[in-house]
């Protein structure tokens, strides 16, 4: 079975930074691009980053582009998403998920998220 | 304003049929990307429903059906069931970055 589990995330003051992480088994980790995707309290989905299996290929919304850095650990079958000089409208659930090509392919699995609060 | 719209919301009675609409532009769906949707039942994480803007993955019910055409899409849902009532976003790709409709509240009545 096919999990993903996020964890990182927290109430953070603006301007400052956060890692989350997600957990991944049940599937070949590095057969997988990998993404985030966030959804602000009672709002609709946003891509945030994708990354490919091996790394080369990585891909940013320009709403994020040059705070938040996506990396994996094929090894520890891990994703992670470093987000710096996080702003109030961060606030979001953070969902990692699965895509079998980084660029085009459907997300197959979701995690359940990991919320983020930025504020005061 | 998302790229791709959504009505916010649509309704129907058990049994019925409804259909909800994706618009995007010749930069996203007219320039022939897939559409996949998406459904996020209450409290719950997104679902993939179609992928490559009329197939069904494994499991989901033939009540479910996806059509393209032109810079629009449309996913549609045949016998309405109660357990149906879930929030639908439609994604595909601008600029070859991911994008999402604004999703639409499906009520069963």
């Known amino acids: 079975e096919v999990q993903l589990v996020e964890s990182g995330g927290g109430l953070v003051q603006p301007g400052r930074s956060l890692r989350l992480s997600c957990a991944a088994s049940g599937f070949t980790f590095d057969d997988y691009a990998m993404h985030w995707v966030r959804q602000a309290p009672g709002k609709g989905l946003e891509w945030v980053s994708g990354i490919s299996w091996n790394s080369g290929t990585i891909v940013y919304a320009d709403s994020v582009k040059g705070r938040f850095t996506i990396s994996r650990d094929n090894a520890k079958n891990s994703l992670y998403l470093q987000m710096n000089s996080l702003r109030p409208e961060d606030t979001a659930l953070y969902y990692c998920?699965?895509?079998?090509?980084?660029?085009?392919?459907?997300?197959?699995?979701w995690g359940q998220g990991t919320l983020v609060t930025v504020s005061s | 304003q998302s790229v791709l719209t959504q009505p916010p919301s649509v309704s129907g009675a058990p049994g019925q049929r409804v259909t909800i609409s994706c618009t995007g532009s010749s930069s996203n769906i007219g320039a022939g990307y897939d559409v996949h949707w998406y459904q996020q039942l209450p409290g719950t994480a997104p679902k993939l429903l179609i992928y490559g803007s009329t197939n069904r993955p494994s499991g989901v019910p033939d009540r479910f059906s996806g059509s393209k055409s032109g810079t629009s899409a449309s996913l549609a849902i045949t016998g309405l069931q109660a357990e149906d009532e879930a929030d639908y976003y439609c994604q595909s790709y601008d600029s070859s970055l991911r994008v999402f409709g604004g999703g639409t509240k499906l009520t069963v009545l």
């Open positions: 998920a699965t895509s079998i090509v980084v660029v085009i392919a459907p997300f197959d699995y």
